[in-house]
């Protein structure tokens, strides 16, 4: 199973996606990370998915990851008192903290921390944006607006609060109560949905505990105040566009992608491209041409990952959409532009012996036109280091830890391995050999350059660099 390209693909599973057929038909495409999402589904519908997925791994004999994404805090208006209500523009509309039911004049909206928050001027959107309200006059307990673009309010539609930071955990009981289910079965990654500042990651590190990696959901205008300590925080990033384009200027949110994968390069951190990738093969066997580009883009543009939403979930040609990410990825790959762009684009390193020999790595394979780079490690921080570098070198990442393998299966250019742990030079030489010509990266004569750390399963200590030849 060894994929033709570098960037990875992570398909949501959902109805259409939940049988094993449907699930290795997508492994087969091309997924090579499985997202569930516990915004939808009970935790016996996860729990078979989970299930599934690791059944997968042993057919193929291939690390595959999973991640958990966490619904995070969903803010609603309540009911309205005929199911609906016509808001035009122009008219005055209240809302407030009384749960009498609404009509086309107010409506209930049980968040003390909205109205806490807010001020003379302040935009409140409804609706994914379908209707926006300005503020007027606000207390702690009441809202008194303008409507500025109206529609149809029903009950429970959600509310946005563009460009105010709210004082909300991103971690509702839900969500607490998920985490530790999902952590207990076994995910790679936990999606912290919510984001606004470098504090909202500190409950869920604690609560995580190590047994998973973080990945914060960029989907909060307040969050790209403080995006540089927000990357270094986490483990791995996620460009939630659907979400940031609702309280973000459509026209910024293309801006802020660049800027966030820049920085997710330069940081060395994975980061994703998520939402509406492909969205017209929900219910069309084919994308439009502006999709297809869209994809190319976050590709020339260094994304580790792309993701799908609906289109693998509740779509009608899961399994069509997964070959034709598939497909236009290796396309752009195979560009000279894309080449040209990658080596001018490498993320950073730092003034340390690690990133040193894995410079030293990258340059040496680029020299002697190496087959592969093998890395060993233990915690993944050797492989990742040298992910960052984007050599255009094939890198093979073996490692003795499971689930370091299947958090490997997200980044960019890795090929993960689970082997067992080496304990002298010869041991590291043979392993490389031995995982190079089986996975199809070498043959014969050709040159692998190897790293690792002595002392050997020794976390973060990339100290050796070592050229080899397959006999």
């Given at each position: 199973?060894?994929?033709?390209r570098?960037a ?26 499985f997202?569930m ?18 059944s ?8 595959v ?7 995070g805090?969903?803010?609603?208006v ?20 009384d ?20 001020e ?9 944006g ?8 606000c ?22 609060v563009?460009?105010?930071?709210l ?24 999606a ?40 270094h ?19 910024d ?9 820049h ?13 509406q ?5 929900v ?18 543009d ?5 993701m ?27 560009d000279e ?90 041991d ?10 089986k ?29 080899a030849?397959?006999?």
């Amino acid at each position: 199973m060894k994929r033709e390209r570098r960037a990875k693909i992570v398909a949501t599973l959902g109805p259409a996606t939940s049988s094993q057929e449907a699930i290795e038909k997508l492994f087969e495409a091309g997924v090579d990370v499985f997202r569930m999402n516990f915004s939808h589904g009970t935790h016996a519908d996860h729990q078979k998915i989970h299930g599934i997925v690791r059944s997968l791994e042993r057919k193929f004999h291939r690390p595959v990851g999973i991640l958990l994404d966490l619904q995070g805090p969903k803010l609603r208006v309540g009911d309205i008192d005929t199911g609906s209500a016509e808001l035009e523009v122009g008219h005055k509309f209240r809302l407030d903290l009384d749960k009498t039911p609404g009509n086309h004049r107010r409506a209930p909206l049980p968040h003390p921390e909205i109205f806490a928050a807010l001020e003379v001027g302040s935009t409140l959107l409804i609706d994914d944006g379908r209707i926006r309200l300005k503020v007027l006059e606000c207390s702690k307990e009441h809202a008194e607006c303008e409507v500025e673009i109206g529609g149809t309010l029903s009950n429970h539609k959600g509310v946005n609060v563009p460009s105010v930071i709210l004082d909300v955990s991103p971690l509702t009981k839900k969500d607490r109560d998920d985490m530790r289910f999902g952590l207990d079965l076994g995910v790679e990654w936990v999606a912290l949905s919510f984001v606004q500042r470098p504090e909202d990651l500190a409950e869920a590190r604690k609560l995580v505990a190590g047994r998973a990696a973080i990945m914060s959901k960029l989907e909060k205008p307040a969050a790209l105040l403080h995006l540089e300590e927000i990357v270094h925080l986490s483990d791995a990033i996620m460009v939630a566009r659907g979400d940031l384009g609702v309280e973000c200027p459509t026209e910024d949110v293309p801006v802020a992608q660049k800027q966030i994968l820049h920085l997710c390069k330069l940081a060395g951190k994975p980061v994703i491209v998520a939402t509406q990738m492909l969205d017209s093969m929900v219910h069309a066997p084919t994308p439009t041409r502006a999709e297809a580009s869209d994809v190319a883009t976050a590709i020339y543009d260094g994304a580790d990952a792309v993701m799908l939403s609906a289109e693998s979930a509740v779509g009608d040609y899961p399994t069509e959409t997964v070959a034709m990410m598939d497909r236009i990825i290796k396309r752009v790959e195979q560009d000279e532009h894309y080449r040209l762009m990658r080596d001018r684009r490498r993320g950073g390193h730092d003034a340390t012996a690690a990133d040193a020999i894995t410079v030293a790595a990258c340059q040496v394979a680029e020299t002697i036109s190496a087959a592969v780079i093998v890395t060993f490690t233990t915690t993944g921080s050797t492989t990742l280091r040298c992910a960052r570098l984007r050599p255009a070198t094939p890198i093979l990442g073996l490692t003795p830890k499971r689930e370091t393998a299947r958090r490997l299966a997200l980044c960019w250019g890795v090929h993960s391995v689970l082997t067992e742990d080496i304990h002298s030079f010869r041991d590291m030489v043979s392993k490389s050999v031995a995982e190079a010509q089986k996975d199809g990266f070498a043959k014969k004569g050709d040159p692998i350059v190897v790293t690792a750390g002595v002392p050997f399963g020794t976390p973060g200590a990339t100290n050796i660099l070592r050229i080899a030849w397959v006999e």
